[in-house]
């Protein structure tokens, strides 16, 4: 069964910087590309930062491009967001999960099952 935990949200002041983590298991292997997403208040859940098996290629919203850096390490079956530079609107529950149909720029589908998400909230 697959499984999705997300760690290392939190509050920080703008400016800060956090750094989650996405452990996946369950998968035979870990031949997915990954996608990060964020869901805010009262919105739908939208990309953040995906990239590819081997982490070569990525893809950024426009929001964070410049300020977030996705990366994985496929020996221990994580991918992690480094978030710099935060700010007020970059507050939500972030929540990865695997491609399973498109591509890391237009994604269709992706494990039915997610993760409880870890809460990124930035306030002074």
């Known amino acids: 069964q697959v499984q999705l935990v997300e760690s290392g949200g939190g509050l920080v002041q703008p400016g800060g910087s956090l750094r989650l983590t996405c452990r996946v298991s369950?998968?035979?292997?870990?031949?997915?590309?990954m996608i990060w997403y964020r869901q805010r208040p009262g919105t739908e859940r939208e990309l953040v930062a995906s990239?590819?098996?081997?982490?070569?290629?990525?893809n950024y919203a426009d929001s964070v491009k410049g300020r977030f850096i996705i990366s994985r390490d496929n020996a221990k079956n994580t991918v992690s967001l480094q978030m710099n530079n935060l700010r007020p609107e970059d507050t939500a529950v972030y929540y990865c999960?695997?491609?399973?149909?498109?591509?890391?720029?237009?994604?269709?589908?992706?494990?039915?099952?997610w993760g409880q998400g870890t809460q990124v909230t930035v306030s002074s």
């Open positions: 369950g998968f035979s292997g870990f031949g997915y590309s």
């Open positions: 999960n695997a491609l399973l149909d498109g591509s890391i720029w237009i994604p269709k589908r992706t494990f039915d099952n």
């Open positions: 990239t590819t098996v081997d982490g070569r290629l990525t």
